[in-house]
């Protein structure tokens, strides 16, 4: 038997060195660009719910969710989620590396650093309490697509890592598929025969199919042992009535090649300056130009099949990119379920590394790559520690905003613990101005920018609990329906007018906002 040393060394060794390479570069990367959210305690209002949370979240598809997210416990600790997030984040970044058959040291550096510097990657450190379920279904997708290429029977392990990744977050699906036509646009590149590619390339297929099933049936099963239904958040439940219709479809085509467009090219993420525009510009021509050189030298522009396939290829990507738009036209499209994006960047790195050692000035347009990639992770780096220090500030003026409302309410002549509490969520901009200086970078970011965490009376109900240390019985919103309409309510001030808060029958007004004007 093998000491535990003897064993580690001779593990160790099996691994290659392209996939510890990977794994390093995305765990340092990872650390160095997101600790300040994995040491501290800036929760999102989504957070506040969700300081313990079993992630038992099947009537929204994800069966697996709570299994993904034991591993760190049910409590929000940054610190431990984080680690597991980037230890998978780490071995996608490794089996993309395998996947794209990126070899050289500098390609796999710049994947595995685009890879953990994509500022979506920032909005799920929002939602940290689910950050190492969600890289781990990020981990499965990526292995759904490298087992189908790897082994003749490779999509029936693949299906079953597909399905796993869509009972975690079906948000990935996306990744897995932006991967398959990657894959099957490096085996139009190869050469061999044509049948022996088409049937390579249908393996995806039957991952696919397989994968969707079983996440299907499996669906199904636990949503009949648990007695529960799909809930119409984000559209789970189904697709609404005119899917089946043709001008349904094609409406929906088309409103997914819109939003892909105007994402790419107005979505302040994939670029939020000039020199990151730069950078993007450079490392298309490159691309571009590795591309006219590779096509020239292997005359594919004589075969009718080369422009068939880039016609198709072009067609294609924005939809598998965008394949959330065709389940569900009227879904609020955040920023962490656009981390697919990411891919395009990493393919065009997986190309020029691939293809330019063939290719005459190979070097040049390899030089050219790592220096758009190298500003580019730079540039989303500092992107994704603005969104930090802003939710850091958020934190911060919502505890100053909270200590002042909490003094006032237990002030109030006839409190009394308990008491009954109808307030407005949100914070008013009358008493309040907006003060949040990073909008025209965290815009976009979902859990990230603004000025406040509460939007709700649940919110504040929570925050003061968690981070006062009082309980207040704050109403439920459906029994504060007729309040806006109350003349007494309606003659209130906003927080922190000097009337504000009254007691009105027994029961605690707290008027945050003067929505009548």
């Excluded at 160790?12 to 510890?20: G, L």
């Excluded at 995806?204 to 996440?215: E, K, P, R, S, W």
């Excluded at 697919?340 to 005459?360: H, K, M, S, T, Y």
Aim: hydrophobic content about 50%; charged content about 15%.
């Amino acid at each position: 038997m093998l000491s535990p040393a003897r064993a580690l060394q001779k593990g160790y060794d099996k691994i290659k060195r392209e996939w510890r390479l990977a794994f390093l570069a995305a765990f340092v990367t990872g650390l160095l660009i997101h600790m300040p959210a994995m040491l501290s305690d800036i929760p999102n209002h989504d957070g506040l719910s969700s300081i313990y949370f079993d992630q038992n979240m099947i009537t929204s598809g994800r069966w697996f969710l709570m299994v993904a997210c034991g591993f760190s416990s049910f409590y929000t600790i940054p610190w431990v989620i984080g680690l597991l997030g980037l230890f998978f984040l780490g071995l996608a970044a490794a089996a993309l590396t395998e996947l794209l058959e990126i070899r050289k040291s500098w390609a796999i550096a710049a994947v595995s650093g685009l890879l953990v510097a994509f500022p979506a990657l920032v909005s799920t450190f929002a939602y940290v309490f689910t950050l190492d379920g969600y890289m781990l279904a990020l981990l499965l997708a990526v292995l759904a697509v490298l087992f189908t290429k790897k082994y003749r029977y490779g999509f029936l392990p693949g299906g079953f890592c597909l399905a796993f990744s869509l009972g975690t977050y079906q948000g990935y699906l996306a990744f897995a598929m932006i991967l398959s036509v990657f894959s099957i646009l490096m085996l139009a590149m190869d050469r061999m025969g044509t049948w022996e590619k088409v049937k390579k390339g249908l393996r995806y297929l039957y991952m696919g199919v397989l994968g969707a099933v079983l996440y299907y049936v499996i669906l199904q099963v636990l949503l009949q042992l648990q007695g529960k239904e799909l809930d119409s958040y984000q559209g789970i439940s189904g697709l609404s009535p005119d899917a089946a219709s043709s001008a349904g479809i094609f409406s929906r085509i088309a409103g997914m090649y819109r939003d892909f467009a105007g994402f790419s090219a107005r979505g302040n993420v994939l670029f939020n300056n000039w020199i990151s525009a730069a950078a993007w510009i450079l490392l298309a021509c490159a691309a571009l130009a590795a591309a006219v050189l590779l096509a020239t030298k292997r005359k594919w522009w004589k075969s009718p099949w080369f422009f068939v396939i880039i016609v198709v290829a072009l067609f294609a990507l924005p939809l598998v990119t965008n394949i959330i738009l065709l389940v569900s036209p009227s879904v609020t499209y955040h920023l962490l379920m656009r981390y697919q994006w990411v891919l395009f960047p990493i393919g065009l790195v997986a190309f020029v590394d691939r293809q330019a050692e063939e290719l005459r000035g190979g070097a040049s347009l390899e030089w050219a790559v790592f220096g758009a990639v190298f500003v580019l992770v730079f540039f989303y780096g500092v992107t994704d520690n603005i969104g930090y220090s802003n939710l850091q500030k958020r934190y911060e003026k919502t505890y100053a905003y909270c200590v002042r409302l909490l003094d006032r309410i237990e002030q109030t002549p006839g409190y009394y613990p308990g008491i009954p509490i109808a307030m407005v969520g949100v914070v008013g901009y009358e008493q309040f101005p907006e003060t949040d200086i990073t909008a025209s970078v965290t815009s976009g970011m979902i859990g990230i920018y603004g000025d406040s965490l509460l939007y709700t009376g649940e919110n504040y109900r929570l925050f003061i609990q968690h981070y006062l240390g009082a309980t207040l019985n704050i109403l439920p919103a459906e029994a504060m329906a007729d309040m806006y309409f109350d003349e007494e309510y309606i003659a209130m001030n906003s927080f922190p007018g000097e009337n504000s808060v009254r007691i009105i029958n027994g029961i605690m007004y707290i008027k945050t906002e003067n929505m009548h004007y």
